[in-house]
């Protein structure tokens, strides 16, 4: 199945709209109503659509999927991206390195539902 995003709100729009002209399903949080709303939001909507949410809060979020888990919660996925790795605004590397996983993803040799860290 093809993976669909929803991209945290510290990756740009710019991204989004690279990775849909690649076919990808991405959505970015920097263009909806969930701009500043809190991290459990975040995933809960990400949930609600089956979205994996693709974030560089590393220490945000895996705590939260932890918490998700124990209440019976399933989740799409978590991508956590390493700032250090993927600057936010290289926009060109991060989309190949998300084109390559959502390849991995579909192809089913990648489970994003516990998180996974994106590679270059």
Known sequence: ??????LDEQLSQKLAEAAQALGLDVKAICDSPLVGRDDVAILRAAVADGRILVTIDIGGFMPLIHEFFLEGTRIPGLI??????????????LLRSLKSMADRIERGEVDPSMGVTLTR
């Open 80 to 93: 956590l991206i390493n700032p250090k790795t993927f600057p936010s605004q290289d926009v060109k590397v």
């Open 1 to 6: 199945m093809k993976p669909r995003f929803l």
